[in-house]
Structure formats: C-alpha cells, structure tokens
Nanobody
Framework: QLVESGGGLVQHGGSLRLSCAVS????????FGWFRQAPGKEREGVAC????????EHRESVRGRFTIIKDVAKNTVYLQMNSLKPEDTGVYYC?????????????????WGQGTQVTVSS
C-alpha cells in the first residue's frame, strides 16, 4: 500500500516535501517513482529511485529543484520540492514496480497511491 501526504498550497518559489508511506513490502525490492497530473493533461513522470537507492532519475524540468529520497528505516519515499513554480501544480502520485530498471514512464509502474494535490500560486 502506498499513501501520499504533504501536498498543499504554496507560493511561487516555495517548498514542499511529499511523503509516500509504504506498507506491506520492503523498499529494497521495488523501484519507486513520483508522477504528477495537471488538469486536462496526461500523467507524467517526475522522478524515480532504484531499489538500492544508488540511482535516481529526474525529469529535466525539475532537475536542481526536486529530489527523490528514500528512507528504508521509515519505509518512506520522499519528494523534496524547492523553488516551486505554478507549472508544478497538479496531483502528485507515488508508484512502484518490481522490475530491474529505473524509469519515469508511468505505464511501467504496477502499484499506485491515491495522490496528493499540490497547488503553486503565482
């Protein structure tokens, strides 16, 4: 089970940290990703982290601003978001897959959380 939290309303330039609490599985057995979906747009990959945590991938538009982190002790995956922009607005989802590669392609993920809303005002 994946449960996201930490979304909210923030001003342009602000920060938020999203959390994805994972239950029932070990973080080391899955690749985790963060995705977002804005109204009227397709869901897009934001970042992902490998099973070991040694490899991450971030979409180009968030590099240097967002960081995906996983805390094995807390069984939680985070998305630290800094310097937020209005175009970052959307519902953010945490997802997981058990394959042996990192990717931010949504169709590769098998397990999804319910999402958390992030709104960035201009």
């Amino acid at each position: 089970q994946l449960v996201e939290s930490g979304g909210g309303l923030v001003q342009h330039g602000g920060s938020l940290r999203l959390s994805c609490a994972v239950s029932g599985v070990d973080l080391d057995d899955y690749v985790f990703g963060w995705f977002r979906q804005a109204p009227g747009k397709e869901r897009e990959g934001v970042a992902c982290i490998s099973k070991s945590g040694a490899t991450t991938e971030h979409r180009e538009s968030v590099r240097g601003r967002f960081t995906i982190i996983k805390d094995v002790a807390k069984n939680t995956v985070y998305l630290q978001m800094n310097s937020l922009k209005p175009e970052d607005t959307g519902v953010y989802y945490c997802a997981a897959h058990g394959k042996g590669f990192v990717t931010i392609i949504p169709s590769e993920y098998d397990y999804w959380g319910q999402g958390t809303q992030v709104t960035v005002s201009s």
